[in-house]
């Protein structure tokens, strides 16, 4: 079956760096997505890795290591407004296509 | 530009009864996703509709769940005899091909009582 896990909570100062980690034991990857959920709200996309290394888009960069089924979400310089829940979702390649599989999230508050 | 957008925001049901969820995708966006989440739990997949291929129905619970997407835009999940543990928000992404972003709408709050 599909298995991915991360913290369900961690707590980091404001202007720290916090990283997020996911493991994932899948069949069919086809990529790692992160996404971003404040409480009550839709999820919005944060990154996408498909191949192994960083990518970096501003304060966020995330990892991914095939081999290692591991990634992370690293957040820089925090902010307030980055208390949210981090969600880490498999993209598998199914017979019938894409389809993402999510963790369960890692909520994230971060204290002055 | 309009994002997904998703009706009602909320709806609460007598148990037994019969509910309708509507998804206005993205427009242009092929693919379409179904999603749940339960309170403090992760997003749990539903189904997936890509263009005119036969959707994707492996997440669905139950054969009281079903979905259609009508001309490859909006989509209505029904959920017939509704029951308790069918209390969840059930969100709907839209996406403009398979592996790229979801973009996700509101969601629709169920309560069943």
């Known amino acids: 079956g599909q298995n991915i896990d991360q913290p369900t909570e961690m707590t980091a100062t404001e202007g720290a760096i916090v990283q997020i980690n996911c493991t994932y034991q899948t069949s069919g990857f086809n990529g790692l997505f992160w996404y971003q959920q404040h409480a009550g709200e839709a999820p919005t996309f944060l990154s996408y890795?498909?191949?192994?290394g960083l990518e970096e888009k501003g304060r966020f960069s995330s990892f991914l290591s095939r081999s290692k089924g591991y990634s992370y979400l690293l957040l820089k310089e925090l902010q307030m407004k980055d208390s949210a829940s981090y969600l880490c979702a498999v993209n598998l390649l199914t017979g019938g296509g894409n389809k993402l599989t999510f963790g369960t999230g890692t909520q994230l508050k971060v204290e002055l | 530009g309009a994002g997904v957008s998703q009706s009602p925001s909320n709806k609460v049901t007598e148990k037994g009864k019969d509910v309708e969820l509507r998804c206005d995708p993205i427009?242009?966006?092929?693919?379409l996703y179904w999603y749940r989440q339960s309170l403090g739990q992760g997003l749990e997949f539903l189904i997936y509709?890509?263009?005119?291929?036969?959707?994707?129905k492996s997440g669905l619970p139950s054969d009281r769940f079903s979905a259609e997407r009508t001309g490859g835009s909006v989509s209505t999940l029904t959920i017939q005899r509704t029951q308790q543990e069918d209390s969840a928000v059930y969100l709907c992404a839209s996406s403009p091909r398979p592996q790229k972003e979801q973009y996700f709408g509101p969601g629709t709050r169920l309560t069943v009582t």
């Open positions: 509709f890509q263009g005119n291929s036969a959707p994707d």
């Open positions: 890795n498909v191949l192994d």
């Open positions: 427009s242009g966006h092929t693919a």
